[in-house]
């Protein structure tokens, strides 16, 4: 009886703290974004994964001898942590790494350190290597004249020095890549490729821009001239028959109702997602010129609309919708060959919405051309053609009235006017004349 007593009080005295102990659990830690640049002064944002929560969170920074520290506390929890569950947590701590501490801009160590909040208070640590950076970086832009067309593009080289991880040229909320330039073994010299966007109003500055992760970002100006376009109004007007191809080809077997608001649908909605499809093949290009000037336009063919249009949709006397016209509409006669405007790659062969059958092909550093509407499509993604080589045959696929080519170009995602690519005295003075010819493709 003494000993089955003994035996209970032994459960209770140590059993008890047993289980509590191995009930206990450890953090799962992250920093969000991860931290690789720090400024002097900085705000982390640390996520904690504990179902029984922290009781002290702690960052460390070190540089040499220098320290610095920032950290959280909760009352601690010991015996009852068992009955929490906690979803996972955010815990935002300011932590600074200023001259005054002993810091200077280089690499350093961040060390973040959670205590869980049981018995066992188990203690978990992720460390980061970070550099500190103190010093925003420096950018200088050619001395170059840039003259630039509302709607059309644009080219500046510039030299980016400190410490840096983003350097392009920004347009009002546009904002373009850089790349190095070709034949320089400095990967701070630079060359960006630019839009002006047809939508941004013409008293718009553009910016060469540099920036750090820490959230520095440094702008200059250089020399432009904006050449202000009147985009042309036209008046375009609906037919029942009209409507139902595009219902029927773009987005057939959507629940039926008012015929007229699923052609807005399909003319606004869809129109928004195709623009985003051809944008984003940004990410799909080489970081070489593809292509020697200069751009063939589709010959001996008639020019049925021009880039920027703005065209307001009639139906039964009354406007209905307004877009704006991001091409060239091209006609010759029907299923005529469409021919690649230059050499590149192709990134995109496929229905594509309101373009129908639509080609897309990267000619690098951003630049790419697009072709739509056509009957059929000849080639495949990721194949190679040279200028004048056919992509297939014109057509009315997609939201076309009639067969003709939609032809347009994008720079970095934003669709630009295409008629300066066809001049070679443009490709010439504003983009040839700035670049090493070395770079560009054998004509
Ligand atoms: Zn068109």
């Known amino acids: 009886m003494k000993t089955v007593l ?50 002290q969170l702690n960052l460390r920074l070190e540089q040499g001898g220098a320290r610095s520290y920032a950290s959280v506390q909760q009352p601690a929890n010991r015996f009852l942590f068992w009955r929490k569950k906690l979803a996972p947590t955010t815990q935002t701590l300011q932590l600074t790494a200023k001259p005054d501490q002993g810091f200077k801009s280089g690499p350093a160590t961040l060390i973040v350190e959670a205590t869980s909040n049981d018995l066992r208070g188990a203690v978990t640590s992720k460390t980061y290597d970070v550099v500190i950076n103190l010093a925003p970086p420096r950018v200088v832009a050619d001395g170059a004249q840039h003259y630039i067309n509302q709607g059309g593009a644009e080219l500046v080289t510039f030299t980016v020095s400190g410490y840096w991880t983003e350097a392009g040229v920004k347009v009002g909320n546009y904002k373009f890549r850089s790349f190095p330039m070709p034949g320089s073994k400095n990967e701070n010299e630079r060359f960006c490729l630019f839009a002006f966007p047809w939508d941004t109003p013409e008293n718009t500055t553009p910016l060469v821009y540099a920036a750090n992760p820490a959230g520095q970002e440094v702008t200059t100006q250089f020399w432009y001239r904006i050449k202000p376009k009147k985009f042309r109004q036209r008046e375009l007007d609906l037919t029942d028959t009209f409507i139902d191809k595009a219902i029927n080809e773009i987005d057939p077997g959507s629940p039926a109702g008012d015929k007229l608001q699923h052609f807005l649908h ?26 020697a000037p200069p ?14 249009d703005v065209r307001s949709y009639m139906y039964g006397g009354k406007k209905v919708d307004q877009q704006v016209h991001l091409g060239f509409d091209l006609s010759k006669v029907a299923h005529a060959p469409v021919v690649a405007s230059n050499s590149g790659k192709v990134v995109y062969a496929d229905r594509l919405g309101i373009y129908g059958n639509c080609v897309v ?23 190679m053609v040279q200028r004048g080589e056919e992509l297939g045959k014109s057509g009315a696929t ?46």
């Open 6 to 55: 003994f035996a209970g009080v032994l459960i209770v005295l140590v059993g008890a703290p047993a289980a509590l102990f191995f009930l206990s659990s450890s953090s799962a830690l992250d920093i969000d974004p991860s931290p690789k640049a720090l400024a002097s002064e900085n705000s982390l944002a640390v996520k904690v994964d504990n179902p029984h929560g922290v009781r």
């Open 295 to 308: 751009f063939q336009q589709l010959s001996n063919s008639k020019v049925e609309a021009f880039f920027a």
């Open 266 to 291: 399909i003319n606004g909605d869809i129109r928004r997602s195709d623009n985003k499809t051809l944008a984003d093949l940004r990410n799909q290009t080489e970081p070489r010129f593809l292509w």
């Open 398 to 443: 997609g939201l076309a009235g009639g067969d003709h080519l939609h032809f347009s170009m994008q720079i970095d995602g934003v669709q630009v006017n295409p008629v300066e690519w066809w001049d070679e005295h443009w490709i010439h003075d504003r983009i040839q004349s700035k670049i090493p010819e070395s770079a560009f493709a054998k004509p």
């Open 361 to 383: 092909i990267d000619h690098g550093y951003g630049l790419q051309s697009i072709y739509g509407h056509m009957s059929s499509i000849g080639v495949k993604k990721g194949q």
